[in-house]
């Protein structure tokens, strides 16, 4: 990222923060790597809602069981909840509210990883490869949420 736009970003969050306006500056700009090879750039919200609709996707093609069929309704759930507490937090009416809703979001980062190992993909080469990807995705949303509330509750 250009050192330019980052010192505006910081003078601007400077700025609100003398004005007593409680501003949540994490538009993180994140380099993953999509399944088709190419390399995006995304902000963390779009990034976790992209998140939300490929573990959407995934839990269409999962053969069925008993068992897959109750992981996948709890997956959905938490990793839609990602970027909904995401944009919760970023509505907050306080710092401490929205250091609350991430939080919540970097608990649900981290309930969709175990979801996600727990899924039974049978013998599916590409399911499997699917779930890892979104096994590492996941991971990287919450180690990205670690940050951004540790980050939070230094300041």
């Known amino acids: ?3 330019s736009i980052v010192d505006k970003k910081k003078e601007r969050e400077e700025e609100l923060k003398k004005e007593g306006i409680f501003f949540l500056s994490f538009i993180l700009r ?3 790597i999509h399944p088709m090879n190419k390399i995006k750039v995304f902000s963390f919200g779009l990034r976790s809602r992209n998140f939300g ?3 959407r ?3 269409n093609k999962l053969p069925y069981s008993v068992s897959n069929n109750e992981y996948s309704k709890q997956l959905v759930r938490s990793s839609g909840s990602i970027g909904a507490n995401y944009i919760e937090a970023g509505e907050g009416l306080s710092k401490k509210d929205g250091i ?8 649900e980062a981290k309930e969709s990883t175990h979801w996600l190992e727990l899924i039974d993909t049978g013998r599916n080469i590409i399911l499997n490869k699917e ?3 979104l096994l590492n995705e996941a991971k990287e949303l919450f180690y990205i949420l670690c940050s951004m509330v540790d980050k939070l509750t230094r300041d």
Not at 100 to 107: A, D, E, G, L, V
């Open 30 to 32: 994140c380099r993953i």
């Open 1 to 3: 990222m250009d050192d």
């Open 131 to 133: 779930r890892d990807y």
């Open 100 to 107: 609350k809703y991430m939080k919540i979001s970097k608990k």
């Open 57 to 59: 996707d995934f839990v």
């Open 53 to 55: 609709k490929d573990v």
